[in-house]
Nanobody, 125 residues
Framework: VHVVESGGGSVQAGGSLMLSCEASGYDGTNYCMGWFRQAPGKEREGVASIASGGRTIYADSAEGRFTISRGSAKFTVYLQMNNLKPEDTAMYYC????????????????????WGQGTQVTISS
């Protein structure tokens, strides 16, 4: 399984970015895809996840500002990030794993087996 993220960059606070993720070589009907981030010196944290059935879950830090959505192609997911803050600066990772239904469990990095290399997001004040 090969997971590739794109769309990172540098923007000023209050700006927007949209991240994209595509997983190839994955085969499964029921799956979850999630976005995670890791800032220097901090642990990786879940941002948002979406199940193949469409149910979503967000971290408190993302609720109301970020939107996760599925693409028209299978195993594709987007993360629209609005009103970005300097504290959103991090490497953002996408992951995919089989899952039957969405729970808080799928905001935990340990719940995912397949990961991308990450895309850097930098927000300046």
């Amino acid at each position: 399984v090969h997971v590739v993220e794109s769309g990172g960059g540098s923007v000023q606070a209050g700006g927007s970015l949209m991240l994209s993720c595509e997983a190839s070589g994955y085969d499964g009907t029921n799956y979850c895809m999630g976005w995670f981030r890791q800032a220097p010196g901090k642990e990786r944290e879940g941002v948002a996840s979406i199940a193949s059935g469409g149910r979503t879950i967000y971290a408190d830090s993302a609720e109301g500002r970020f939107t996760i959505s599925r693409g028209s192609a299978k195993f594709t997911v987007y993360l629209q990030m609005n009103n970005l803050k300097p504290e959103d600066t991090a490497m953002y990772y996408c992951a995919i794993n089989p899952c039957s239904y969405m729970t808080l469990h799928y905001l935990a990095s340990k719940s995912y087996a397949y990961w991308g290399q990450g895309t850097q997001v930098t927000i300046s004040s």
